[in-house]
């Protein structure tokens, strides 16, 4: 089956770094998503891996390990504005075609 | 340009009842995609069309449901019988095609469904 694992919660400091980690299980891998969703509003994309290493986009950056099943989501310079749940999502082509697997989202708080 | 858009953004209907959730995807985008989310969960998968046809209706999770797109542009999707379980917020997305490097999906804001 597929399954994607990420904590629930986590609170960081304005200014500060903070690692957002998921780990995912699919025999059909075809790429990682992370994606950002305000309360309230719809997600927002933010990065894509479909490769292994780092993928660097100004504060945000995101890693993948095929091998291991493992992502995570690198926040730098944090803001109050980050406060949102960030979602891990796999794309998955277990059925023949491309559907998207999300996990239950991480709720990142950033305190002054 | 214009985004994705849903209508309603809101529905309040009493059990049993019949209900029509419409999305307008972004112009050219031929890949649209149905999701249920509900409080504190992820996307959950419903459905996916390439053009006007359902390439994956494995994420329907019965015959209550159904959604169609029949010109490959807006989609609309169907529930009988309302239960109260039904109650999430449907999100709309399109994307550009699907696979490759147009990966991107675009998230329409939602409808939140409330059945009473």
């Known amino acids: 089956g597929q399954n994607i694992d990420q904590p629930t919660e986590m609170t960081a400091t304005e200014g500060a770094i903070v690692q957002i980690n998921c780990t995912y299980q699919?025999?059909?891998?075809?790429?990682l998503f992370w994606y950002q969703q305000h309360a309230g509003e719809a997600p927002t994309f933010l990065s894509y891996?479909?490769?292994?290493g780092l993928e660097e986009k100004g504060r945000f950056s995101s890693f993948l390990s095929r091998s291991k099943g493992y992502s995570y989501l690198l926040l730098k310079e944090l803001q109050m504005k980050d406060s949102a749940s960030y979602l891990c999502a796999v794309r998955d082509l277990t059925s023949g075609t491309y559907k998207y697997i999300f996990g239950t989202g991480t709720r990142l708080k950033v305190l002054a | 340009g214009a985004g994705v858009s849903q209508t309603p953004s809101n529905k309040v209907t009493e059990k049993g009842k019949y209900v029509e959730l419409r999305c307008d995807p972004i112009s050219g985008h031929t890949a649209l995609y149905w999701y249920r989310q509900s409080l504190g969960q992820g996307p959950e998968f419903l459905i996916y069309?390439?053009?006007?046809?359902?390439?994956?209706d494995s994420g329907l999770p019965n015959d209550r449901f159904f959604a169609v797109r029949p010109e490959g542009s807006v989609s609309t999707l169907k529930i009988q019988r309302t239960e109260r379980g039904d109650s999430a917020v449907y999100l709309c997305?399109?994307?550009?095609?699907?696979?490759?490097?147009?990966?991107?999906?675009?998230f329409g804001p939602g409808t939140r469904l409330t059945v009473t």
């Open positions: 699919t025999s059909g891998f075809n790429g």
């Open positions: 997305a399109s994307s550009l095609t699907v696979g490759g490097s147009s990966y991107e999906q675009y």
């Open positions: 069309f390439q053009g006007t046809g359902a390439a994956d």
């Open positions: 891996n479909v490769l292994d």
